[in-house]
Every structure is written in structure tokens, then in C-alpha cells.
């Protein structure tokens, strides 16, 4: 299972972490990943990161701003958001893919419940 946190209120240029804890003893073989969801338009894609967290992936939108990593020790993912716009208000969900892959929304496993980001001007 997956517990995503640290969602909320944040003004334009401002910055949020989210955290998404994993129950499991093999988190560390997971790939996992952040999507996020406005109201009538698809789940996107925002970033993933490797089991071993050496390598990470992010979509155009959020490249430079957004830093996914991961503690494997907590059996915990991150996001650190900076720079946010207000197109960035949105549900974020984290993933995890189970078989190690790099998570897409059709290879998940799991998704954590979401987490509201809205970003005000």
C-alpha cells in the first residue's frame, strides 16, 4: 500500500514536497513514480524513478523544476516541487511497479490515494 502526504495550499513560485510511504519489505525493488489528475483530463505522467533510484525521468512540464528521489531504508518516495505554476494544481498520485520497471499508468501495481496541490496566484 502507499501513503501519499505533504499536499496543500501554495502560492505561484513557492515550492512543496510530497512524500508517499510504502508498507513491504521489498520497496526497494519497486519502481515508482508520481502522476497527477485534473478534473476531465487524463492522468499524466510526472516523474519515476529506478529501484535503485540511479536513474529518473520527468515529463517536459515539470523537467528542472521537479526532483523525484527515494529512501529506500524509509521505504519512502519524494517529490520536491519548486517553481510552481498554476497549472501544476492538480491530484498527485504516486505508483509503484512492483516488477522494477520504470512505472507508466499501465504498468502500476499500486496507487497511493492522491494528494491535492493547488497553486494560487
Known amino acids: 500500500q502507499l501513503q501519499a502526504s505533504g499536499g496543500g495550499l501554495v502560492q505561484a513560485g513557492g515550492s512543496l514536497r510530497l512524500s508517499c510511504a510504502a508498507s513491504?519489505?521489498?520497496?526497494?525493488?519497486?519502481?515508482m513514480g508520481w502522476f497527477r489528475q485534473t478534473p476531465g483530463k487524463e492522468r499524466e505522467f510526472v516523474g519515476a524513478?529506478?529501484?535503485?533510484?540511479?536513474?529518473?525521468y520527468y515529463a517536459d512540464s515539470v523537467k528542472g523544476r521537479f526532483t523525484i528521489s527515494r529512501d529506500n531504508a524509509k521505504n519512502t518516495v519524494y517529490l520536491q516541487m519548486n517553481s510552481l505554476k498554476l497549472e501544476d494544481t492538480a491530484v498527485y498520485y504516486c505508483?509503484?511497479?512492483?516488477?522494477?520497471?520504470?512505472?507508466?499508468?499501465?504498468?502500476?501495481?499500486?496507487w497511493g490515494q492522491g494528494t491535492q496541490i493547488t497553486v494560487s496566484s
Open positions: 513491504g519489505r521489498t520497496f526497494s525493488s519497486y519502481g
Open positions: 505508483a509503484a511497479d512492483l516488477y522494477g520497471r520504470i512505472v507508466t499508468t499501465t504498468s502500476a501495481n499500486y
Open positions: 524513478i529506478s529501484w535503485s533510484g540511479g536513474s529518473t
